[in-house]
Every structure is written in C-alpha cells, then in structure tokens.
Nanobody
Framework: QVQLVESGGGLVQAGGSLRLSCAAS????????RGWFRQAPGKEREFVAA????????YYADSVKARFTISRDNAKNTVHLQMNSLKPEDTAVYYC?????????????????WGQGTQVTVSS
C-alpha cells in the first residue's frame, strides 16, 4: 500500500509564496514519477507540475511556469512544490500524485496513487 501525505497549504496574500510537500510511504520506489494537480471549486482537476524519478525531467502547466518549481528528495521519498508570486486564481485544493511511468505520464493524468489534498487560498 502506498500513502501520499501533503502538507504546507494555507492562506497567503497575492504575491506571496508557499511551499508544499508530499511525503510518500509504503511500497513506492524512487523511480516513480511524481507530480502535483489542483482542483478549484466547480472546476476539473488540472495538472500543475511533474518530475521524473531522477529529477532530471520536469513539466509545468503554462499557467504556473516561471512561478512554481517542483523538486524531489529521493532519500526522504518527498516531493516539494515551491509556489512564488501567487495569484488568487491559484486558489485550489492541491493534490500530490505518483505514477509508475515517466514524468510525461503524470502530465497525461496517468496516475497510480493520489494524496488527500491540501487547501491553498490566495487572497487579493
């Protein structure tokens, strides 16, 4: 069984920063691609960022490029999402994800494991 647990969400003013973390436990390997999705009220869950097992490949949604950075620490089975220059439209529940496939699989919503989500609220 694999568990993904997010942390680091909260309330921040527009222009501020937050750092999300996702800790994995159970039978999950460092080769798994990891990523982040988000879902705002009344909207579908959307891809945010993905990272390959080695960390050498990353993908970002156009809406977060140059503002968000995904990284991973395989020794701790943890993935981070550094979010800078936050906007009110970034408000959503952010979900951690893992895929047995490459990072592009995460971008294509081919997910094997999901976290429970953490709320991010950006006030204007």
């Amino acid at each position: 069984q694999v568990q993904l647990v997010e942390s680091g969400g909260g309330l921040v003013q527009a222009g501020g920063s937050l750092r999300l973390s996702c800790a994995a436990s159970g039978r999950i390997f460092s080769s798994y691609a990891r990523g982040w999705f988000r879902q705002a009220p009344g909207k579908e869950r959307e891809f945010v960022a993905a990272i390959s097992g080695s960390g050498s490949s990353t993908y970002y949604a156009d809406s977060v490029k140059a503002r968000f950075t995904i990284s991973r620490d395989n020794a701790k089975n943890t993935v981070h999402l550094q979010m800078n220059s936050l906007k009110p439209e970034d408000t959503a529940v952010y979900y951690c994800a893992a895929s047995r496939g490459p990072a592009v699989s995460v971008r294509n919503h081919q997910i094997d494991y999901w976290g429970q989500g953490t709320q991010v609220t950006v006030s204007s």
